[in-house]
């Protein structure tokens, strides 16, 4: 079946520099969504990015979809405590399992 | 709130209890999940049920039993755990993923449980 990999597997950053997450299959895929957990919550769902080269922004965060379906990237720009917890991509593999990735854990210094 | 309800929210159980979690889901969605949270292994599919049928069991082990009476719940019977299966256990429904569409998972708060 389908996998993703995530990486980095942590990243902790300063308050106000940008952060990036990736997440890489060997596979075509036919879309990627994009949830976060807050410390101590549930994932919620950020987005869902369907088509080749797709970019979509939510105020400070922007979702690209690669060209060749393969990957894709969550990017933050001038981060904030706000910000902190861990972001997951997630695929269907087969035709009713939703899989996540490893998820990026982002901490925060203020 | 998501609409996906879990209970209880914290549970110890000893490893001979038998102990049932329960997930409930206003959304009128045809998908329910079973995930396991740990440090080990983030965010691990457990079970997937479409239309109150077991579509998925990812290899998980018989101390764990789901059941599924309609659409709407879910449940995830517990006995003989061992300690490694203390873990954040969370539910999640969705649409039916074979459509193409809007299938963001809803996630309920999860049961902490810890196995003594």
């Known amino acids: 079946g389908q996998q993703v990999m995530q990486i980095p597997q942590y990243q902790h950053v300063q308050e106000g520099e940008d952060f990036t997450t990736y997440c890489n299959s060997s596979?075509?895929?036919?879309?990627i969504q994009w949830y976060k957990q807050r410390p101590g919550g549930h994932p919620v769902f950020l987005i869902q990015?369907?088509?080749?080269?797709e970019v979509k922004k939510q105020k400070r965060l922007t979702f690209q979809f690669g060209e060749a379906k393969k990957n894709s990237s969550l990017h933050i720009t001038a981060t904030q405590t706000t910000d902190v917890g861990t972001y997951f991509c997630?695929?269907?593999?087969?035709?009713?399992?939703?899989?996540f990735g490893q998820g990026t854990r982002l901490t925060i210094n203020p | 709130e998501t609409g996906v309800t879990q209970t209880p929210r914290h549970l110890v159980m000893g490893m001979t209890n038998k102990k049932s979690l329960k997930c409930e889901q206003h959304?009128?969605?045809?998908?329910m999940y079973w995930y396991k949270q740990s440090a080990k292994k983030p965010l691990e599919l457990m079970f997937v049920?479409?239309?109150?049928?077991?579509?998925e069991n990812n290899s998980v082990p018989s101390r764990f039993s789901p059941e599924c009476p309609n659409s709407s719940h879910l449940f995830l019977h517990l006995h003989t755990l061992q300690p490694e299966d203390s873990a954040l256990y969370l539910c999640?429904?969705?649409?039916?993923?074979?459509?193409?569409?809007?299938?963001?998972?809803?996630f309920g708060q999860g049961t902490r449980l810890t196995v003594v």
């Open positions: 999640a429904s969705s649409q039916d993923l074979r459509f193409l569409g809007s299938y963001e998972a809803f």
């Open positions: 596979t075509t895929l036919s879309n």
């Open positions: 990015l369907v088509k080749s080269g």
């Open positions: 997630a695929v269907i593999q087969g035709a009713q399992k939703l899989v």
């Open positions: 959304l009128g969605h045809n998908a």
């Open positions: 049920y479409n239309f109150k049928e077991q579509t």
